[in-house]
């Protein structure tokens, strides 16, 4: 898996992934293609991309990351990927490098999920994510980095 920019032309994969409700089922509804388009320019094309592209290592658009400021010292990692992917492992090989991003950076890693979803939860614990209670709804498990 290749972690690159969001660009323009990622916009109908994008919209193919956080359209699906099995995707989006312990996040928010899906996506409308007016709201992915509002999504990718905000969070994706910014000068400081709150998500980025994941490719597959044939160039295919598989989902994407999650990896901005949580706190001032932490990075929030996650993804979303395209259902074919799933169960593949390859949240976890995208949770470890951000990991190490993060780490390189001087900060933790925060994880947050619905508590309904125990793939998440499970890949934050094998991860050495400690649990640290609730936010708005949402699990929060930080890796202390140092």
């Avoid at 996506?31 to 044939?58: C, H, M, W």
């Avoid at 074919?84 to 925060?110: C, F, N, P, R």
């Amino acid at each position: 898996m290749i972690i690159r920019k969001m660009r323009e032309s990622d916009l109908m994969s994008l919209y193919e992934i956080i359209s699906d409700p099995d995707v989006m089922k312990y996040i928010e509804e899906p996506y409308t293609f007016e709201k992915t388009e509002q999504f990718i320019r905000i969070a994706g094309l910014a000068e400081s991309p709150l998500i980025y592209a994941v490719e597959n290592d044939e160039g295919a658009f598989a989902g994407y990351v999650i990896y901005h400021d949580y706190d001032e010292n932490a990075m929030e990692l996650g993804w979303i990927l395209n259902k074919e992917y799933w169960g593949k492992g390859y949240a976890s090989i995208l949770t470890k490098e951000l990991m190490e991003k993060a780490k390189q950076a001087g900060k933790d890693s925060v994880i947050e999920c619905d508590p309904r979803q125990t793939i998440t939860k499970h890949i934050a614990e094998k991860n050495v994510f400690k649990y640290e209670g609730e936010n708005g709804g949402c699990d929060i498990y930080r890796y202390r980095s140092h």
